[in-house]
DNA sequence: TTCATTTCTTAAACTACATTAAGTTTTTTG
DNA sequence: CAAAAAACTTAATGTAGTTTAAGAAATGAA
């Protein structure tokens, strides 16, 4: 059922057959149609959610209407808008499948109690939220240290089987600039 | 002598007088002048930085020479070139003082020692690094959802001491801009 | 308190990227 | 498989922010 979720796990700290089934009365796995949506703007933020197979991103839209997407997960990946997560108050994101997706979800008020039932998961979710801001580092280093073509030539030699695995108006507002100009960038070469 | 950052670990743990004393014999304490370096580019980030009195950034030199601050922490705040701390490799990252600085500091060959003797510390570092997951995706959204100058004029209504506090070299790299824009906004009213 | 260094300002010329708008291609759906 | 919707392209025009360069102000050191 949550295998996915459990060999990952397995991969930073041991959780016996039992932590499993202790775990897993607290989550839930389900499928997300493509562009269905787990959170929309307005809404609380219900769950933290774990990529088994698809891609789900994160997005807001900005006072001129656009999407910017902040960030994706792909397999392996968990996902949510952490504030409203946390503190259950109203989100300005929206989650959204990007393909169709299979999703573990773990429910804010099963969030507490799983550190409370299983403290071995502080360890793991530190060595997640770790890989985490490691990522944003780069990323923020990333944004600030090229221009919005070195960019884009960057992140497709990178990641070329991504880029081409999701919508480029998405990969566009990721990368912080217009379809339009991704289409120019594109065309030169 | 670590009292600072006890205080701040009891926040939202709590840890007695005994594992106090264990997590001390990790920790060092010391003071860093204004402009002087904890890190700087090619050499290996030693410790993971908490900030007891001052301000500390971190920042990289672009493609045309220009510094790019991507982060400052004060008073509170950890602060380090994650993936080059956990793995001892060559960082492209300076860290500086902006301001005369207490820190209390672990390094690295400490840091798995730490969450060996005193795995309560999971926890802590888990909540901390939730907040600073929360931090980035507010970053990230702020950058992307305004013009140079709206962010300036929102930073600047959030945080005024702090624009006071660092020089605006420091600030416009750390908005996204040059000086010379800040200057011309700063004109403009 | 003076000299040197660092930081900040001003302004003109320039450019990377946005905007707009129309047309084309691809994907989805009944 | 046909029609509609979504995604992508092209190109002209516009602009937010950069670059360059020089001078002014603030800060720090001796």
């Not at 809404?43 to 698809?54: I, M, P």
């Not at 994706?72 to 808008?81: L, Y």
């Not at 992140?155 to 695995?165: I, K, T």
Request: glycine share 2%; net charge positive.
């Amino acid at each position: 059922m949550y295998s996915a979720l459990y060999n990952h796990i397995n991969k930073f700290i041991d959780l016996s057959t039992g932590e499993q089934e202790i775990l897993a009365s607290m989550l839930k796995s389900f499928s997300v149609k493509k562009k269905a949506f787990l959170l929309t703007e307005g809404q609380t933020c219900r769950a933290n959610y774990f990529v088994v197979k698809g891609c789900l991103r994160l997005y807001f839209i900005d006072i001129k209407g656009a999407e910017q997407t902040t960030q994706f997960a792909i397999e392996n990946w968990w996902i949510t808008d952490l504030t409203s997560f946390l503190f259950q108050n109203p989100s300005e994101f929206y989650i959204q499948a990007a393909e169709a997706t299979e999703v573990i979800a773990i429910e804010q008020h099963h969030y507490d109690e799983m550190f409370l039932k299983l403290p071995k998961l502080e360890r793991y979710f530190r060595l997640i939220l770790q890989k985490n801001h490691q990522a944003s580092q780069r990323r923020i280093k990333f944004l600030y240290s090229q221009t919005a073509e070195e960019r884009y030539r960057h992140f497709n030699s990178l990641f070329p089987e991504f880029v081409q695995r999701v919508p480029q108006y998405m990969l566009a507002s990721y990368l912080g600039f217009t379809p339009e100009f991704l289409s120019k960038i594109r065309a030169k070469k």
